[in-house]
């Protein structure tokens, strides 16, 4: 059967599925189609977010032709990551400061790295 995604701010398109398909496989076909990260991807039939680990199955109202709602979720950068850590232990100023001065820090000895630096942090990196 055919069932068709709608991206939001974007272009809808039809995916050949099965009701064996789980979620996670047609997010994963979705992220080969259009190239969004599997994990940025939200799949919503009807407003609800659908399972990943759930087959087409689990859904009785999906069925051939069924449209597909796709949020893509905004990916978070390092200073929303440190100010929301911030935020469990201190209060808003106070995470706003903190957050300010270690991207401050952060920013500093990253420029102090030279390209070799760079180089063998990637590499140790990848065999991680």
């Known amino acids: ?5 709608k991206v939001l701010k974007g ?3 039809t995916l050949d ?6 979620i996670v496989e047609i997010k994963k076909e979705i992220e080969k189609k259009v190239n969004i990260p599997l994990n940025l991807q939200k799949l919503l039939l009807v ?6 680990e759930q087959p087409l199955s689990a859904y009785p109202s ?9 949020i893509v979720m905004k990916q ?3 200073k929303e990551i440190i100010h929301r ?5 201190y209060n808003e100023q106070q995470s706003e400061r903190l957050t300010r001065e270690f991207m401050l820090d952060f920013e500093t000895k990253l420029r ?5 630096d760079i180089e063998r942090l990637a590499e140790h990196l990848m065999c991680i």
């Not at 407003?47 to 990943?52: E, H």
């Not at 850590?85 to 232990?89: A, G, H, I, N, T």
């Open 76 to 78: 978070e950068g390092l």
């Open 112 to 116: 102090l790295l030279s390209l070799d």
């Open 1 to 5: 059967m055919q069932i068709v995604i």
């Open 17 to 22: 599925v099965s009701q064996a398909t789980t």
């Open 62 to 70: 999906i069925k051939d032709g069924t449209k597909l709602n796709l």
């Open 85 to 89: 850590s911030f935020r469990k232990y």
């Open 47 to 52: 407003g609800r977010t659908l399972n990943d």
């Open 11 to 13: 272009n809808d398109f």
